[in-house]
């Protein structure tokens, strides 16, 4: 009697372990994930973010993209941050990645939550966590993370090829990107907005300049005398100069990229492309107005949770890793 009772109440608890788990399982992310786990680690990051940016804020631009590349391919799993083997080319090695910068940060936070809380915390999660604070700490705006992303065993260079939208994409194809992935046309013009910080590398747009259909002419969807003012800066075959795609503006968090686009003088065929759809055109316009009507940090916000869920591996799927640029 006694044993069967305790079999019936094992079974309860296992039916009930099992309906628990399913249920994390089927919500995914959830804020404060590691509030047991490891209590301080959201305080890590942020501080070791901080200690970073606050020596070389250039470094909130870079760092903001390494979680959407991140997230764009096989999702937010941490794959951004692998390297290659002698049998595998990483998706680092790509060419979308080539500039991509910050490693150190991601390092550094994962070094110090190692020692506080071993085989705790994802990589996947650091950049997450890292691209906020490091917006957070240019006074840019502030989203929750929501977390308990696991990292992933698998990085493969031409897979950044083909799920990362290029520069010279137009506007069809930036949407049918973005819906790959579950995001929204509006979705794209809002995160689009994540280039009101950072530069650009000439060989990301050069193509603008000369030659752009092979007759020796110039993109006409940009304003001339800025294709003027970037030729002097980009001459043919320059692959180390940048330039800022928010001029003047490209350390500051603000809506100020919607009116560089507004002006067609977006840097990449991307930016421009904003203007070739209704919706993305119309959003580009209202968040240029100066008025100050634009709604843009508070929907950047809820766009990034959005990117944010990507594909993200939960539960006992792939590993915490104990470096997050090898896999364990
Ligand atoms: C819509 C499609 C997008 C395209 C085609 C695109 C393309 C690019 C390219 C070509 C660069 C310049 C890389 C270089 O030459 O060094 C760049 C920079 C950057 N992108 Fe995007 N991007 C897109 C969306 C995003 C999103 C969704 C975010 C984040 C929310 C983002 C954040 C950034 C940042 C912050 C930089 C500056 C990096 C730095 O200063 O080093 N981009 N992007
Ligand atoms: C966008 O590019 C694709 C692929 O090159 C092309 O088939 C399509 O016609 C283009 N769409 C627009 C609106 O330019
Ligand atoms: C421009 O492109 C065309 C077609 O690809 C090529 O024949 C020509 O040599 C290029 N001109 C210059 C100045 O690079
Ligand atoms: C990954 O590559 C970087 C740069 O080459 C190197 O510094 C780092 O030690 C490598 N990580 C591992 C675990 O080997
Ligand atoms: C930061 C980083 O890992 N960059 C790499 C990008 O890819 C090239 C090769 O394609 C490497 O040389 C870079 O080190």
Redesign the pocket.
């Known amino acids: 009697m006694a044993n069967s009772k305790l079999l019936l109440a094992f079974s309860l608890h296992l039916v009930l372990a099992l309906f628990v788990f399913d249920l994390a399982n089927a919500q995914g992310l959830k804020l404060e994930f590691y509030k047991k786990s490891c209590p301080s680690a959201e305080y890590i990051i942020k501080k070791t973010t901080k200690d970073f940016i606050s020596r070389a804020p250039t470094l909130a631009a870079p760092l903001l993209r390494m979680h959407f590349h991140d997230c764009f391919v096989r999702g937010c799993d941490g794959s951004v941050l692998l390297?290659s083997t002698s049998s595998n080319q990483a998706e680092k090695d790509a060419i979308p990645n080539q500039t991509l910068r910050g490693y150190q940060v991601i390092d550094a936070a994962k070094a110090a939550l190692e020692k506080a809380c071993p085989g705790v915390v994802s990589c996947a999660d650091i950049v997450a966590l890292v691209a906020r604070d490091a917006v957070l700490e240019i006074n840019g705006p502030f989203w929750s993370v929501p977390t308990g992303r696991r990292d992933g065993r698998v990085s493969i260079a031409s897979e950044a090829l083909t799920n990362l939208p290029a520069p010279f994409f137009n506007i069809t194809q930036l949407i049918a990107s973005f819906a790959s992935k579950g995001l929204s046309v509006k979705d794209l013009v809002v995160l689009s907005g994540g280039h009101t910080i950072g530069i650009g590398h000439c060989t990301s747009f050069t193509n603008r300049l000369y030659n752009f259909t092979g007759r020796g002419d110039t993109d006409p969807s940009m304003d001339q005398n800025y294709i003027a003012n970037l030729k002097n800066r980009c001459k043919p075959g320059d692959t180390t100069t940048f330039v800022q795609m928010d001029p003047g503006s490209s350390q500051k968090f603000d809506s100020s990229y919607y009116t560089v686009v507004g002006k067609r003088r977006g840097l990449f065929q991307s930016d421009a492309a904003l203007l070739d759809d209704s919706t993305t055109r119309a959003y580009v316009q209202l968040s240029s107005n100066p008025s100050g009507s634009s709604t843009f940090l508070n929907d950047f916000e809820e766009s990034m949770v959005k990117m944010g869920n990507i594909g993200v591996l939960t539960g006992s799927s792939g590993e915490i890793r104990k470096?997050c640029?090898?896999i364990n």
Do not use: T
């Open positions: 390297n470096q640029s090898r």
